[in-house]
């Protein structure tokens, strides 16, 4: 940007100017833009500098001239914007006078109200019969906004906003966007920063891609919309994928990035400008910018700044400085701001304090954010973001407006009240102002009218959210009798077998189409590279190029409507375009069947935060935590090997996970997955983990209960021979084979007879041994429920091993339903590149350790003699003073 606020030689500036006016009208703004590009490069010849710079100036990006006409009645939206900040703030307040445990911001939807009426008002389009709806972000802790326009719209009552936060007895308002917690409502949950403006993007590409498919109607110019703070910003996730964005010319996505200027504990930016900021990352991503800065009544001043000196002040004060203006009052902007030249102090000599406290930003002014909204809109090729400056507690008065605390203030005095109430003109009285009542005018009045004709018009009320949807036909057990039979001397790895299920899944005439295939450029290590040619990799713009190895079996191919989408090194953006996938149910009408897969050790800690709102979300669909095992992954060390994604995976309460060995154990899971989810209409999700280790598979084992065991999470793989005592083996994953060698050793050479237990759902033995326990608990007089794995055991009698590939803690979730000695083996520690066989002595997880662990059980019971047990510990070498691999 120029230096030059004063201009030397007008005469000549206009010269110019006036050459460029008349290509741009003679020839088009093409050529006109042309010539300009060709002066640039002509200067950097002099400077040997490019001359491109990231920011444009610190004003409006649309000029005044090009604004449209405000459409509707700006009058009477005026009013419903002041009735929907005044519910809002009395919402909060009143919540807190309740118990100040209950929280809630005001200040924050103060600061975007205009926007969000905006778009309420007349941009953004529910379901309905002719239109697919706009998927609009809302900022988390603005929702006290979004509840207060349901009331006036009449979706919600005044016992309703009343509830703001009490979500216990199942009627409250959620305290933030969660559709978990409010079904019909919400669709998108933000309120951790970050993760909204990631998940966007991601929904407009999987928008995209269901359009390239021809699997959704593609003439709606159907947008996403994406609110966001300008502190939020400062989250790696906002702005990781925004490359992506312009990449795939994502002009259905729109952001808009409130910049009030401030973040929970202060400045954004105290000595910089947030919006100069972001504009260059964005324009330098490639995004189109709209700057909405300045409102209406700055037009006339920036007409009239002939000599630059108000542009000069704008560009050098910082947010800091802006953010005080607002806080201290308008004698204090007089001063400062203005009165930082005198010239500049004279041309605002004619206007009081208020006057100058009161010239608003251009996020309050609806006709600069219409117009911004508008431009947007219309934008192809390319996603653009909106930064709206504003005022953070704008109306909140000395109660917060543009203070450092005001993030988190909750209350409103009396006087406080009154101002608010003076300055949105809110029909409330002196003697109730106290209460601060809600209020919303009768059905018939013209503003609720006008509020519900303009909804009407966009096709009905949002937030709202659909979770009815038709069922597929999915493919029964025996379309996979591949993976049920045994295969014989062949080996193979799970990993295998689901990329198998993949394949025939994606092959299936009735849902073959919905299967989604993400991968994060691990496809090779999965050995699913034959899927490229099969589906085709989705490529919005096909493929520009003769890749190198067409003339291979497995060429890369790229294609418009390709099937697999190939996420490249992005397990945040990966996962974000599952649960894109994974919630087209309800975005989209349309039931999809995501599986995404990746290294297991990159899932669940690596983007636990979006896979939680996954939940939330009532995601469908199939995570699969490849290369799993912490020695089974063998020589990738430490960082790859993953021991803890079932624990972790755990914690989310409608995730369902598994860690099966055999193929048809993975063919049992994935079939009952969908029919759980995509007939029975289930809010759960799947994570299983396959593993690269390569072995042969028996045949599923004969019994009617087989498959319903495997589900509810382990079932008896083999009974026991004949022995003088018996033990019960239990394992899951490739360990489970070292199970079954130590069940072998033990039965010959100790003479103990193992029973094999299958489990490859201890997560969910659990959840079934807390469920019974809690029902029992509860019903005292009644015959117990009795938890699957004691129903298993009984009967069985001995000592359970339990040995899996995680940490102890997985194995040792369900000790508490084995009423009897109970020996926990499993991967503690962190781990390191070797051979399997290695990491298995060194994890204490071999069949070695398995014979030992169940050697000694037995010897605590008095059932095994100390001499065996001595003569074992020397045979195989034990040393008892071998260091505890925890701590290794
Ligand atoms: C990941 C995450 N970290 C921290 C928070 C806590 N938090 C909630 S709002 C907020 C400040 C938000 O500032 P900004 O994004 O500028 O939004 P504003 O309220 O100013 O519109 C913080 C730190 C959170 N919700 N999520
Ligand atoms: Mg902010």
Not at 399 to 404: K, L, M, R
Request: aromatic fraction near 10%; charged fraction near 25%; glycine fraction near 10%.
């Amino acid at each position: 940007m120029s230096k030059f606020y004063n201009d030397l030689d007008p005469q000549e500036t206009q010269e110019w100017l006036d050459s460029l006016d008349s290509i741009a009208k003679i020839d088009g703004h093409d050529r006109a833009e042309f010539i300009i590009e060709q002066l640039q490069k002509r200067m950097s010849k002099h400077t040997g500098k490019s001359l491109f710079s990231a920011n444009t100036a610190y004003l409006n990006t649309i000029p005044k001239e090009l604004e449209p006409e405000l459409p509707g009645n700006p009058e009477l939206e005026e009013k419903v914007t002041a009735l929907v900040r005044w519910n809002a703030m009395a919402m909060v307040v009143k919540a807190n006078r309740m118990s100040s445990e209950l929280g809630g911001h005001i200040a924050s939807f103060a600061s975007s109200a205009t926007l969000y009426e905006t778009g309420l008002n007349h941009f953004w389009r529910a379901p309905s019969e002719g239109h697919g709806g706009d998927l609009v972000f809302f900022q988390g802790h603005t929702s006290p906004g979004m509840y207060a326009r349901a009331y006036l719209e009449g979706r919600l009552e005044a016992d309703d906003l009343h509830k703001f936060r009490q979500e216990c007895g199942g009627e409250g308002l959620s305290s933030y966007p969660h559709p978990w917690l409010m079904k019909d409502f919400w669709q998108f949950p933000t309120v951790s920063m970050g993760l909204g403006p990631i998940m966007a993007i991601y929904q407009a590409r999987f928008m995209k891609y269901l359009q390239h498919r021809g699997l959704i109607n593609n003439e709606e110019d159907r947008k996403v919309w994406c609110f966001i703070g300008d502190g939020e910003t400062d989250e790696p996730e906002t702005l990781g994928a925004i490359s992506l964005a312009s990449r795939e010319k994502l002009d259905n996505l729109i952001f808009v990035i409130n910049c009030n200027l401030q973040r929970l504990d202060g400045p954004v930016r105290g000595n910089g400008k947030i919006i100069q900021e972001l504009e260059a990352n964005f324009r330098g991503n490639g995004w189109n910018v709209i700057k909405v800065l300045w409102g209406g009544v700055w037009d006339d001043f920036l007409a009239n700044d002939t000599d630059g000196l108000l542009r000069k002040r704008m560009e050098e004060v910082v947010d800091g400085e802006y953010q005080a203006y607002k806080a201290k009052g308008g004698a204090y902007v007089r001063e400062n701001f203005w009165g930082a030249y005198p010239e500049l102090k004279e041309r605002v000599a004619h206007l009081s304090d208020d006057d100058l406290f009161y010239m608003k930003r251009g996020g309050h002014d609806v006709k600069k954010v219409y117009a911004a909204f508008d431009a947007a809109s219309k934008t192809k090729e390319q996603p653009t973001v909106i930064l709206a400056k504003t005022v953070k507690g704008y109306g909140m008065g000395e109660a917060g407006e543009g203070q450092n605390t005001t993030h988190s203030q909750k209350k409103m005095g009396h006087e406080a009240l009154l101002k608010f109430r003076d300055r949105f003109n809110i029909p409330i009285s002196d003697e109730e102002i106290d209460d601060a009542p809600f209020y919303r005018p009768a059905a018939d009045s013209p503003e609720i009218k006008y509020l519900q004709g303009q909804r009407a018009a966009l096709g009905g009320y949002l937030p709202s959210r659909r979770h009815e949807v038709a069922p597929l036909e999915i493919p029964s057990l025996e379309s996979f009798k591949a993976l049920l039979a045994s295969t014989g001397d062949r080996e193979m790895s799970t990993t295998m077998a689901i990329v198998r299920i993949m394949s025939t899944l994606a092959r299936d005439k009735q849902i073959g189409k919905h299967i989604v295939p993400i991968v994060p450029d691990e496809a090779r290590t999965f050995g699913m590279e034959g899927m490229f040619r099969q589906m085709g990799i989705y490529a919005p713009s096909g493929q520009l190029y003769d890749p190198e190895d067409a003339d291979q079996l497995m060429w890369y191919k790229e294609q418009k409507n390709g099937q697999i989408l190939e996420e490249g090194i992005n397990e945040a953006g990966a996962m974000s375009e599952w649960i894109a996938a994974a919630t087209a149910y309800s975005n989209h009408n349309i039931q999809m069947i995501p599986f995404y897969i990746y290294y297991s050790m990159f899932g669940f800690q690596r983007i636990g935060d979006l896979a939680w709102a996954a939940g939330d979300m009532q995601a469908k669909g199939f995570l699969i935590g490849g290369t799993a095992g912490r020695t089974t992954l063998a020589g990738e060390g430490l960082q790859h090997q993953d021991g803890h994604s079932h624990i972790q995976s755990h914690t989310i309460p409608n995730c369902l996970s598994y860690d099966p060995t055999f193929a048809y154990e993975l063919a049992v899971i994935v079939q009952e997955g969908m029919r759980r989810m995509y007939v029975e209409n289930e809010s759960i999700f799947y994570y299983i983990t396959t593993m690269n280790e390569n072995y042969t598979h028996p045949a599923m084992p004969e019994g009617d209960d087989v498959v319903e065991n495997i589900l509810k999470g382990m079932y008896l793989f083999k009974e026991a021979g004949k022995g003088g005592v018996t033990a019960q083996l239990m394992g899951s994953g490739t360990i489970l084979r070292e199970v079954i060698e130590a069940a072998e050793i033990l039965e010959t050479e100790y003479n103990v007879a193992c029973d094999i237990w299958s489990a490859p759902g201890i997560n969910e033995l659990r959840r079934d041994g807390e469920n019974c326990d809690r029902w029992n608990m509860l019903h005292p007089g009644e015959p117990r429920q009795v938890p699957h794995i004691e129903k298993c055991l009984e009967g069985h009698d001995g000592p359970v091993v339990c040995a899996t590939d995680y940490i102890k803690l997985h194995a040792d979730s369900v000790r508490p339903y084995v009423s009897r000695q109970f020996v926990a083996l499993g991967t503690d520690g962190f781990g390191r590149s070797d051979t399997r066989a290695a990491l298995r002595e060194h994890f204490e997880v071999s069949a070695k350790w398995i014979v030992i662990a169940t050697l000694r059980a037995l010897q605590e019971e008095g059932k095994m003699d100390k001499a065996t047990v001595a003569e074992a510990f020397e045979k195989y070498g034990v040393n008892p003073e071998k260091a505890n691999p925890v701590q290794l």
